[in-house]
């Protein structure tokens, strides 16, 4: 499995998009569980908030990334600090960009957190992200991160199979042979900003028309669509299809709720189907500190 990093994507193409409609991700999950969750790994490591610089004075951020998701973080921040007045503006990761971009100079964002690379490249395009510090950029690896932006999570794109039909080896590495090499009836979520990211940087990687090729061919297949990837691989998991192409944790949702289901993950190999996008955080150019 070799995953490909988006930060060098998205500078290339606004439209490296997002995890969902609306803020980017979806509304169904309680609060306090992100992705795939933490059970069972290891404590991140790094310098814990007890250790760091008291915070004061005012901060503006614009969330691209749901309430329901990141509004825990901010009450703990805004809690922990008393001297720190923090504002947040909730809405969608493109929508804010835009916002930023027409309020110019009188813009009272001092951060910008996108549920996606491609908002974060947008913003720095139009020269309305600041440049990060060194120890800022250093925390993070170089290829999920720009002189711009850091990303803060992240997201793999895999392809969730049924294991009564399928066995690993059966599964393709290359997406791009899915649709003639997979004997199987495949699913999507077409109108889901994560596909539409897999579907641009499948562009971006093997050129348009390579790319119409290759939606030609699953639609040719018939592929059947869905509202989302949780239904998507739920449906694999009650034998309506046999694969799908899906963010990583979905499949996981998938599995908490029945740890039976028939239901596993497969990879490709540096291609689109394995790029790997994240949420992140921008300073505004026009912030005063």
Known sequence: MDYLGVAGLAGCSDSLGGNGSGNGDTTDSPVGQIGSGREGRDAPGGTPMSEMPELSGE???YSGRGEFLVGDLISFIDD???DLE???RYGSSTDLVNQIVNEGDGSPADVFY???AGSLGALADEGRAGTLDD???GLVREEFRTDEWIGTSGRARTVPYNTDSFAAADMPDDVMAYPEAF???LGWAPAYGSCQAFVTAMRLIEGEEATREWLEAVLDAGITGYPDEFAACQAIADGEIDAAFANHYYIQRVLDGNPEASLATAFTSGDAG???NVAG???????DD
Do not use: I
């Open 183 to 185: 004997d199987g009836d």
């Open 281 to 287: 955080a921008a300073v505004v150019d026009t912030t």
């Open 135 to 137: 120890g800022v950029a």
């Open 274 to 276: 394995a790029a790997f």
């Open 80 to 82: 922990r600090y008393d």
């Open 114 to 116: 996108s549920v996606n």
């Open 86 to 88: 923090l504002t947040v």
């Open 59 to 61: 901060l503006t951020v």
